[in-house]
């Protein structure tokens, strides 16, 4: 099937009327979108709340550390007085 086929065949289906959906199957639909929902907003809550505890976390570390501060040499400087 080549794209002007495919176009006609969309074109074809788009143009019929709807399917009517059952009445009853609305309050499952409304159940299971509320509950994609609220799941949704649990995820995004959660990555803020571990993002938020890296950020304290990272921030306690770099108060307690000081990595922007030269770490002390690791030599001896030179005795003179011998």
């Known amino acids: 099937m080549n794209r002007a ?9 788009m143009g019929e009327r709807p399917v009517r959906v059952p009445p ?7 159940r299971r979108g509320e509950r994609l929902l609220r799941r949704g907003r649990l995820a995004r809550r959660t990555m803020w709340l571990l993002v ?4 304290v976390a ?4 770099a108060a307690y550390a000081h990595p922007w501060v030269e770490p002390p040499s690791q030599t ?7």
């Open 5 to 13: 086929e495919r176009e006609a065949a969309v074109r074809r289906v």
């Open 76 to 82: 001896t400087p030179p005795v003179d007085d011998w």
């Open 58 to 61: 990272f921030a306690v570390w």
């Open 52 to 55: 938020g505890l890296a950020a």
């Open 24 to 30: 009853e199957l609305y309050p499952d639909a409304v």
